[in-house]
């Protein structure tokens, strides 16, 4: 537990309380408000919990002023350019970068679990074809709870550990039969001479009756996206990741969790949202009618892969993403792509608007992510999926974290509750 640092004064009524302060390495200074129901009487109300912190965390540190991103400390722009998602993977979970045999050890615990019990596949035709695959998802990494008996127990931490290795492994292979399922395509096997990246790749376009290579380019693009979606601290999906085990549910049945909260179109949707934007403008000159909807009040309308609950100068992943998406199209001679031309402009105009000015309204890591999965192949369908398959490390690591936490309880908001005073039932012929 951290120490105290500092005291808070609170006055209300004819109650002073005061309350224990601390410190955090970095970000703002915390105010200990655990005691206030019984020492004062009173709740906190904060919707959206925009200034208030859940947990105790040393895995993830954003400051959405400076647009700045660390995994333990190492900035994502080092990551994304030097690391790569496995190693990533093992920093998140164990907090210090891995030496060379740690990182082979590793890779090899999580290349042996990509396969998915056989069974499995059966739950994939009970689903529609047209169904998405953040559905189909949600429902099969729900069931893996039903088949990985061994690793049910989160108070056995080698139970823990082999649910961890677990889900990074077979969370892409279920992604990616998702996919296949939804084109009809067999399923295909994961192949373990290949690196995680060029793994996924392969088990969503290869098809049987070819050979397929795996382009080595795209592959890096594609680890670079799972690195940069790898975590990113308290936000809505992990947070239900965390209220979802705080009650000791078995880890699949919290990433299952954790998965539906993302599909959400303001978080983990918004990369499908963002793409298929882009591409109903069309053209740059429609640009201004979109802009000018996005700041009409009485418009519903938002623009996608705009705006950030914690980055207020820039989201740092998003300036990789879009050097990247730079990069992937030259090297696949689509440099030319209408939806980049228009996502680039959109950008520059957005970010001359005072409106946007005035609200702190940059690209977030959505905007050009999908412009890169098109380009790759993917269906805009499947770009939440890639999303999930990319944060289970950052869900998972949270929810350990959380389960060696000893002040561990069970998630319990309290609420301003503005309905009906108590009343008397009235039968229903007096009503
Ligand atoms: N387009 C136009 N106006 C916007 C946008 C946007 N994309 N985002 C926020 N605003 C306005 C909003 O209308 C509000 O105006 P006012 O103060 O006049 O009422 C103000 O900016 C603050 O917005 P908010 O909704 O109170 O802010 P929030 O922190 O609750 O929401 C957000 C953050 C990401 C949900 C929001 O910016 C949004 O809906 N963006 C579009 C969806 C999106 O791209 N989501 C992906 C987030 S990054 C990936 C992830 O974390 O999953």
């Given at each position: 537990m951290v120490k105290q640092t500092g005291t808070a004064k609170l006055s209300f009524g004819d109650t002073d309380l005061e309350l224990p302060m601390y410190s955090p390495t970095m970000g703002p200074d915390v105010i200990d408000i655990g005691k206030l129901y019984a020492k004062g009487g009173v709740f906190t109300h904060d919707p959206g919990f925009t200034s208030t912190s859940s947990c105790e965390s040393a895995i993830t540190f954003i400051d959405g002023d400076k647009g700045e991103l660390l995994y333990r400390g190492y900035p994502i722009e080092q990551l994304a350019e030097k690391s790569h998602y496995l190693e990533v993977c093992y920093l998140l979970l164990y907090g210090e970068l891995p030496n060379a045999e740690e990182l082979e050890n590793f890779e090899n615990r999580v290349t042996r679990h990509t396969?998915?019990?056989?069974?499995?596949?059966?739950?994939?035709?009970?689903?529609?074809?047209?169904?998405?695959p953040m559905a189909t998802m949600v429902g099969v990494v729900g069931a893996l709870s039903a088949f990985y008996h061994d690793s049910l127990d989160i108070n056995d931490y080698q139970q823990r550990e082999i649910a961890a290795v677990r889900m990074i492994a077979k969370v892409p292979t279920i992604a990616a039969m998702a996919y296949k399922y939804s084109i009809g395509q067999p399923f295909v096997y994961p192949k373990n001479a290949l690196d995680y990246a060029s793994n996924f790749l392969y088990m969503c376009?290869?098809?049987?009756?070819e050979e397929y290579e795996v382009n080595p380019i795209l592959a890096r693009a594609m680890d670079r996206i799972f690195t940069l979606h790898a975590d990113h601290e308290q936000n809505a999906s992990t947070s239900t990741v965390r209220l979802a085990g705080s009650s000791q549910a078995n880890p699949f049945a919290c990433i299952a969790a954790g998965i539906a909260c993302l599909w959400g179109p303001a978080h983990g949707g918004a990369n499908q949202a963002a793409l298929e934007m882009l591409k109903e403008i069309g053209s740059v000159d429609r640009i201004p009618e979109y802009v000018a909807r996005a700041k009409d009040k009485n418009d519903p309308f938002r623009l996608m892969g705009f705006g950030h609950?914690?980055?207020?100068?820039?989201d740092p992943r998003a300036k990789v993403m879009k050097e990247s998406a730079d990069e992937v199209l030259e090297l696949l001679g689509i440099e030319n792509n209408p939806t980049l031309q228009v996502a680039k402009e959109l950008e520059r105009i957005a970010l001359e608007d005072e409106y946007f000015i005035e609200k702190k309204l940059y690209p977030n890591v959505d905007f050009y992510s999908g412009i890169i999965l098109e380009a790759m192949?993917?269906?805009?369908?499947m770009f939440t999926p890639i999303f999930a398959l990319s944060r289970t490390v950052g869900w998972i690591s949270q929810w350990k974290e959380m389960l060696g936490d000893p002040a561990l309880k069970i998630g319990r908001p309290r609420q301003l509750y503005t309905g009906e005073p108590r009343r008397d039932y009235v039968d229903v012929e007096n009503r």
């Open positions: 396969m998915v019990h056989e069974q499995l596949t059966v739950f994939f035709s009970g689903y529609r074809r047209d169904a998405h376009f290869s098809v049987p009756a609950r914690v980055y207020k100068n820039f192949g993917f269906p805009t369908s």
